[in-house]
C-alpha cells in the first residue's frame, strides 16, 4: 500500500481558501486513483473529488476528474507527478465545509465511474487527515 500525508489544513473565513495537498510515497503518475474525502462531526465519510490517471490501466481515457456536487464550480483537484502529489484548492469556503479531509489512492478504476470514486470502500490507502475549519 502506498504512505499517504496530508497538508495544508487551517482556519478560514467564510469566502476565503485553502490549499490541500496529498504526498504519496510511490510515484503518483503511477496511481490509478486518487481522490479526496471528507469527514464533519455525527456525518459520514463524503467523497469531495477524485483524479484517475491512466499511466497504469493505459485504457485510452487520459485524465478524468469528478467532483461532489456540494464543492463544484468552488473546488478543484489536480495532480503533480514531479512532487508525487495531489492537490484541492478551496476556493469561496463556507461553513459546512468544515471537516476532516483525507486522501485515498487505489490502483483500481473506481475513478472512472461516476458513483464508485465516491465510495470509501473502493480505495485501500488513506491518509491520516488534515482539519480544515471555516468560521467567522
Known amino acids: 500500500q502506498v504512505q499517504l500525508v496530508e497538508s495544508g489544513g487551517g482556519s478560514v473565513q467564510p469566502g476565503g481558501s485553502l490549499r490541500l495537498s496529498c504526498a504519496a510515497s510511490?510515484?503518483?503518475?503511477?496511481?490509478?486513483?486518487m481522490a479526496w474525502f471528507r469527514e464533519a462531526p455525527e456525518k459520514g465519510r463524503e467523497g469531495v473529488a477524485s483524479?484517475?490517471?491512466?499511466?497504469?490501466?493505459?485504457?485510452?481515457?487520459?485524465?478524468?476528474?469528478y467532483l461532489g456536487d456540494s464543492v463544484r464550480g468552488r473546488f478543484t483537484i489536480s495532480r503533480d507527478n514531479a512532487k508525487n502529489t495531489i492537490n484541492l484548492q478551496m476556493d469561496n469556503l463556507k461553513p459546512e465545509d468544515t471537516a476532516i479531509y483525507y486522501c485515498?489512492?487505489?490502483?483500481?478504476?473506481?475513478?472512472?465511474?461516476?458513483?464508485?470514486?465516491?465510495?470509501?470502500?473502493?480505495?485501500?490507502?488513506w491518509g491520516k487527515g488534515t482539519q480544515v475549519t471555516v468560521s467567522s
Open positions: 485515498a489512492a487505489d490502483q483500481g478504476t473506481a475513478c472512472l465511474n461516476a458513483h464508485r470514486w465516491r465510495q470509501p470502500s473502493e480505495y485501500k490507502s
Open positions: 510511490s510515484y503518483s503518475a503511477e496511481i490509478a486513483c
Open positions: 483524479i484517475y490517471n491512466d499511466a497504469t490501466h493505459r485504457l485510452g481515457v487520459g485524465t478524468l476528474r
